[in-house]
């Protein structure tokens, strides 16, 4: 009676290892068609990336997620690795998404997806951590710098993966010919940027702004910028602008002394041929102002306004003429002489008009009498100097006489 019945515990032992061989069989051979599709994920530090593995065909087989070292994080719907960042997005037989928060440069490398079949297959997915680089910085600047001298800029930033470019803008256009330098940190995964612009300054640089631009696909095309404004010192410029092009005697003139410069230039001051101003009463200076009342022929001469800062001093001149004003008077009446010759030379060209004209017409009357008397001269009669005359009209184009 044991016998018996060990006998047919084999039995079924046998028949169970069959049927697990066959399915077994039919599994391998309906997974041939299914394989896992993955693709590479890139992600600023600190965002988040999504992983997906996805599955055409699919019958009821497991799926799993494992990171570069190889520890699985998710199999099917069940979290294997104990990390808050890492989050199940969905999970079906056709599908294993999960996600990737605040990512580091750590998490970088190649992730595996695996499809359990017989045997195992198997998708990379790479994944790329951007390295954000930090708001640049400009050093080299000292306030003021002085027109003349060579300025050093240099714009720094670090932390970007991959390297960072550095543009620099002046005046909004682009500055090409600077020094640039990449040096690794200390993580051995960034980089650390440097770019260094010289040039020579003068006084239309001042109050410029100098521009830092970092690109870096990181930033989502809103480059980083740091700026940089500029104080330039210089000596005055100095100009003299007279209120009238034409002073006249007995009115007013005013001079206006216009200066500029960095430092603002002190209160100007005003000379007359190379002393004091000769009359206080009438020549009374008004901040950068000479005003000259009533006008005299005294008053010509050439007229010196100085302003000094602390970096220099600068000068201009104004030579004074005071004119009669009678004689501008007839200078700026019409001008009868070339109106009269004007005038002349149109009756002359008319007079001549009219004198060609009339030898013209002169001329063609002569012609046609002289060719009439001679068609008449030597007939006997009227009737015979009738048919000569026609005859002479017939052969006027060739015989002509002309009285002049």
Same mark, same amino acid.
């Given at each position: &009676? ?11 032992s ?27 994920? !890139? ?6 990336a ?31 690795l ?11 037989w ?8 605040? /990512? ?7 992730? !595996?997806?695996s499809?359990?079949? &017989? ?5 990379k ?20 710098? &002085? ?17 960072? #470019? ?5 005046? =909004? ?10 040096? @690794? ?14 040039f020579?300054?003068?006084?239309? =640089? ?7 631009? /970092? ?57 007359? =041929? ?6 206080? =009463?009438? &020549? /009374? ?16 001469g ?19 003429? /005071? ?43 002569? !012609? ?14 009227? #009737? !015979? ?11 006027? @184009? ?7």
């Amino acid at each position: &009676m044991i016998w018996k019945r060990s006998a047919v515990l084999r039995f079924y032992s046998v028949c169970g290892l069959l049927l697990q061989a066959a399915a077994s069989k039919n599994k391998v051979k309906g997974s041939q068609g299914q394989f896992p599709l993955t693709q590479n994920v !890139t992600v600023v530090e600190g965002g988040t990336a999504v992983l997906t593995c996805r599955v055409d065909q699919n019958d009821n087989t497991s799926l799993q997620w494992s990171n570069p070292a190889q520890q699985t994080l998710y199999f099917d719907d069940k979290k294997a690795l104990r990390d808050n960042r890492i989050e199940l997005v969905r999970a079906s037989w056709h599908e294993l998404s999960i996600s990737v928060s605040d /990512v580091s440069l750590s998490d970088e490398g190649q992730y !595996t997806c695996s499809l359990f079949t &017989m045997p195992v297959k198997t998708s990379k997915a790479y994944l790329t951590v951007l390295g954000v680089p930090e708001k640049p910085q400009i050093s080299g600047f000292s306030s003021p710098v &002085m027109e003349g001298d060579l300025m050093q800029l240099t714009c720094k930033t670090s932390g970007s993966k991959p390297a960072a #470019d550095i543009r620099w803008f002046k005046n =909004d256009k682009e500055i090409k010919d600077v020094k640039y330098l990449k040096e @690794e940190d200390a993580n051995r995964k960034t980089f650390t940027v440097s770019s260094t612009l010289d040039f020579r300054v003068d006084r239309s =640089d001042d109050g410029v702004a100098v521009i830092c631009r /970092v690109d870096h696909e990181s930033l989502n095309a809103t480059p980083q910028v740091a700026m940089q404004v500029l104080e330039i010192h210089y000596t005055p410029s100095v100009k003299i602008i007279p209120s009238t092009p034409f002073p006249q005697e007995g009115q007013p003139l005013i001079l206006t002394c216009e200066s500029k410069g960095k430092p603002l230039p002190e209160p100007v001051l005003w000379t007359k =041929d190379g002393g004091e101003l000769p009359d206080p =009463d009438r &020549m /009374v200076v008004s901040g950068r102002e000479l005003n000259i009342l009533f006008l005299n022929k005294t008053d010509n001469g050439t007229y010196r306004c100085e302003a000094t800062n602390t970096i220099g001093q600068s000068s201009a001149e104004y030579v004074l003429i /005071v004119h009669d004003p009678n004689a501008l008077a007839g200078q700026n009446g019409p001008d009868h002489a070339l109106i009269g010759g004007i005038v002349a030379v149109v009756v002359f060209v008319t007079l001549c008009s009219i004198f060609l004209l009339g030898r013209y017409l002169a001329r063609h009357k002569g !012609t046609y009498l002289t060719n009439e008397a001679k068609g008449a001269e030597d007939a006997p009669d009227a #009737d !015979t100097a009738i048919i000569n005359a026609e005859g002479s009209q017939v052969n006027a @184009e060739e015989k002509k006489e002309y009285f002049i």
